[in-house]
């Protein structure tokens, strides 16, 4: 969301300057609803109720997983590498706790 249009954004996107000025709002948009997710889970993981709080944080995770599905099936396989994978290895130690 703020490296968008900085010199690790435009690498890590492969986006060229021009290109991340004319995306900067939807990437924006984007990057707000990434840190509502890590809100969420977040929220999970100090919930006073344990098991409530899983639940919370393995919700928050499948949206994770979904839209890391999407992006990689609309922008570019990586996405699923570095989204979707990331959030369903975490799922393992809160199926196994």
């Known amino acids: 969301m703020f490296l968008w249009t900085k010199p690790l954004g435009l690498r890590t996107f492969g986006q ?50 979904a839209a890391g599905a999407y992006g990689g099936y609309s922008v570019s396989p990586k996405i699923l590498a570095v989204q979707a994978a990331p959030a369903l290895l975490a799922l393992i130690p809160l199926f196994l706790s």
């Open 16 to 65: 060229s300057l021009e290109k991340a000025r004319d995306s900067a709002v939807l990437a924006a948009n984007q990057g707000l609803y990434n840190g509502f997710l890590a809100a969420g889970l977040i929220f999970g993981l100090f919930y006073p109720e344990p098991h409530a709080g899983m639940h919370i944080q393995v919700f928050f995770l499948i949206c994770v997983i």
